[in-house]
């Protein structure tokens, strides 16, 4: 397991996170337990969760299952879900931020969390009041860094440059999603995070499981997973190309000699600008096949490959001006030049 600094944070995470959506959603304590001991003994430290994932199950059984063990971990959470049904419920208000942060405290039998997602976009909240609101939980030892999911680049550059002026505590991390099939951040979040040192922790690097090597080109759902049971498969982001994507998938991790999912996982963490990206499981068997995509690097020639098939378009104005340094630089006539 190799392990990274979160952006320009001194906080350092192992490449593979565990996500524990399926924490009392396919997995019971017992189960949860175990996975969790299966991943701290393979080397990850990194534990994604939020108070929304079954109404706060999820973060009461990652605290049971850390129990103990507090010390070898690094917790993220997340706020916006609702959690109730009165008018501050949900969001990302001052009010709802004070309470969410106690119930996931309480929850994850902790005193404070290493990370807190904003999770989603709140349109009706200024940007203001919830980066202020993170930074008094800085302040009062609650949270270590603070991060967001799912921003757009100018909201994410705009929350930057309030933090900043304002001496806030500024985003460290950034999640969104990201796999051979989902590239849309490459763009304009990605120039963003590295312009600004974020880091970077992609959710769903295996397109909610239609990369891990239970589908073939052509069959969008597969019984006895997500897509059947008709829960978080995102497939309507997928990239147009995307049985091209899977078949070359299929065809490298043949290749390799490893499974579709820890070479599709492999490629994700090897993006210079990934920081970790989370998995999650069903059991500690899965989790175990999994985790084997820590560690090593996928060869040149396969990344490149992955690389090229998966890459998107580019769109206007990146497609327009791009050719333009070029066009500056061929365009000098000056003496000496060849």
Same mark, same amino acid.
Request: aromatic content about 14%; charged content about 20%.
């Given at each position: 397991m190799q392990y990274r600094n979160l952006g320009r944070a001194g906080l350092r995470v192992s490449e593979i996170c565990l996500g524990t959506m399926t924490f009392g959603n396919g997995a019971d304590q017992d189960g949860a337990t175990k996975m969790v001991n299966t991943a701290l003994d393979a080397g990850l430290t990194f534990f994604d969760t939020a108070n929304s994932y079954v109404g706060g199950t999820s973060e009461t059984m990652l605290g049971v299952a850390l129990k103990g063990k507090r010390q070898d971990a690094i917790i993220a959470s997340k706020f916006f879900n609702p959690m109730g049904g009165r008018p501050n419920d949900s969001g990302n208000s001052r009010l709802h931020i004070k309470q969410q942060i106690e119930g996931s405290l309480k929850r994850l039998q902790t005193d404070y969390l290493d990370v807190y997602f904003v999770h989603h976009v709140d349109h009706t909240t200024p940007l203001e009041e919830v980066l202020r609101a993170l930074d008094d939980l800085v302040r009062d030892g609650k949270i270590l860094y603070t991060a967001c999911s799912n921003y757009e680049a100018w909201r994410l550059m705009e929350a930057m440059w309030i933090s900043d002026t304002k001496g806030w505590e500024r985003f460290s991390c950034y999640q969104p999603q990201?796999?051979?099939?989902? !590239?849309?951040?490459?763009?304009?979040?990605? *120039? &963003?995070?590295?312009?600004?040192?974020? @880091?970077?922790? &992609?959710?769903? *690097?295996?397109?909610? @499981?239609?990369? &891990?090597?239970?589908?073939? *080109?052509?069959?969008?759902?597969?019984? @006895?997973?997500?897509?059947?049971?008709?829960? @978080?498969?995102?497939? !309507?982001?997928?990239a147009p190309n995307h049985e091209e994507i899977l078949q070359t998938l299929l065809d490298v991790a043949k290749e390799l000699g490893r499974t579709p999912a820890q070479v599709a996982l492999r490629w994700v963490m090897d993006k210079p600008f990934m920081t970790s990206a989370i998995v999650g499981a069903r059991n500690a068997e899965q989790l175990s096949d999994t985790l084997k995509a820590g560690g090593w690097t996928l060869p040149k020639e396969a990344f490149d490959r992955l690389d090229k098939v998966s890459a998107r378009p580019k769109r206007y104005p990146r497609a327009f001006e791009d050719p333009m340094p070029e066009r500056r630089s061929s365009a000098l006539k000056m003496p000496g030049m060849g």
């Open positions: 990201y796999s051979l099939v989902v !590239r849309d951040i490459d763009e304009e979040i990605v *120039p &963003a995070l590295e312009l600004k040192g974020l @880091g970077c922790v &992609a959710w769903s *690097p295996l397109a909610s @499981g239609y990369l &891990a090597g239970k589908y073939l *080109p052509g069959n969008l759902k597969v019984q @006895g997973t997500r897509s059947a049971e008709g829960w @978080g498969f995102q497939h !309507r982001f997928f």
